[in-house]
């Protein structure tokens, strides 16, 4: 039995999308069906060991980061109606919180180095949270971006040799692909809210700027997948929830193909390949 959960795919698959698919299943009809986001990353974290308080590496800072983020969208909402800036607020949050992610990383740069990449590090964190957190009230569109964006975190993170990144991503991708099928099989949208968005925002965002830090993915590649949340606001097909849901992981998936196809060229030279 401890075989099949050591394997990576157990790990950053298997295991968090059936964990997500219950959490969803149990939480819909109290408008938390979210949680299932946080359930995956967690079930990852917690088979792969990663989860350590105080954490240190920048990697361990990503997951305290984002298993808090449920609290946060949980008290958003169930007990506040976000104002129009609530976004942006939290997006400068998160990105100030990617400035400690990569803290060794960056003190190791000279001057100049150090602030680019840090404004960089700031900017994709936090947009990518504020981002997600506008669609907070279109849950198919929530879900297909965190699908596609978790999925090209993994397929990016493997291609740089990040194998942590790469299943944490996966992971992600695992608990949105278990939110929207819920929704594909009751045949109506549920609530994604703060609580699933939230999580996938700060998740996604600091695990891109984990990535640039650790691996050899190259920041354009990073920044094409960031778009993600802007692609799935395209125009979806008047139809059923799976018919709506399939448009919004197209778009979103080729987003994330050509980030992948555009990452390989620059880590294949890195890596000398």
Do not use: H
Not at 172 to 189: E, K, M, N, T
Not at 205 to 216: F, H, I, K, R, Y
């Amino acid at each position: 039995m401890q075989e099949f959960f050591d394997n990576p795919v157990v790990q950053g698959g298997v295991a968090p999308f059936v964990v997500a698919l219950a959490v969803a299943f149990a939480f819909f009809a109290v408008r938390l069906g979210g949680l299932a986001l946080a359930a995956a990353l967690a079930t990852a974290a917690y088979l792969l060991g990663g989860v350590v308080f105080p954490p240190v590496s920048a990697q361990q800072k990503v997951l305290v980061i984002s298993l808090a983020m449920p609290v946060a969208g949980v008290l958003v909402d169930l007990a506040f109606k976000p104002a129009r800036s609530a976004g942006p607020l939290l997006g400068l949050v998160v990105g100030a919180l990617a400035l400690w992610v990569g803290i060794n990383v960056l003190k190791q740069k000279e001057l100049a180095a150090m602030l680019v990449t840090g404004a960089g590090l700031v900017a994709l964190a936090g947009w990518q949270t504020a981002a997600l957190f506008a669609l907070r009230d279109q849950p198919i569109r929530a879900g297909a971006a965190a699908l596609a964006l978790g999925l090209g975190i993994a397929v990016c993170a493997l291609l740089s040799a990040s194998g942590s990144y790469a299943l944490y991503g996966a992971s992600i991708g695992a608990g949105a692909g278990a939110f929207l099928l819920v929704q594909v099989l009751l045949g109506r949208s549920i609530a994604a809210g703060a609580t699933f968005t939230l999580v996938a925002g700060a998740a996604c965002g600091l695990l891109l700027t984990g990535a640039v830090l650790a691996s050899p993915l190259p920041w354009y590649a990073a920044a094409l997948l960031a778009l993600i949340p802007a692609v799935v606001r395209l125009p979806l097909p008047q139809g059923g929830v799976w018919l709506q849901a399939i448009a919004a992981c197209a778009y979103a998936g080729i987003a994330a193909l050509a980030a992948c196809l555009l990452a390989w060229p620059e880590v294949q030279q890195r890596l000398g390949l």
